[in-house]
C-alpha cells in the first residue's frame, strides 16, 4: 500500500442499532455508529424470530413484500 493514502484505522468503535443491540467493529470512523437496523433485528438474518420494532418507510415495504411473496409461495 502507498504510504499517506489512506484513512487512519480504529479498532473498536461501538456501533448501536435502534432494538438495543451494540457491538464493536474495526473502521476507519473514529466515533460511535448509530444504525437503524443490525443482524439482530433484520428480518432477513433472523426469519424465526419476531422483529423487534419495526421502522417506518423503507422497514414497512420490505415486511410488506415478504408477506406477499410467502403468501404466493403458499
Known amino acids: 500500500m502507498k504510504k499517506d ?3 487512519k ?4 468503535v461501538e ?14 470512523i473514529p466515533w460511535p455508529i448509530k444504525v ?4 439482530q433485528c433484520h428480518p432477513v438474518y ?8 419495526v421502522i417506518k418507510g423503507r422497514m ?3 415486511l ?3 408477506k406477499k411473496i410467502d ?3 403458499k
Not at 484505522?9 to 473498536?12: A, H
Not at 437503524?36 to 443482524?39: D, F, H
Not at 433472523?46 to 420494532?53: A, F, G
Open 5 to 7: 493514502i489512506h484513512g
Open 46 to 53: 433472523n426469519k424465526d424470530k419476531v422483529v423487534k420494532k
Open 36 to 39: 437503524e437496523t443490525c443482524y
Open 15 to 28: 456501533v448501536t442499532c435502534i432494538c438495543g443491540a451494540k457491538f464493536t467493529i474495526n473502521t476507519t
Open 60 to 62: 414497512e415495504k420490505f
Open 64 to 66: 410488506e413484500k415478504q
Open 71 to 73: 403468501a404466493i409461495k
Open 9 to 12: 484505522y480504529f479498532k473498536d
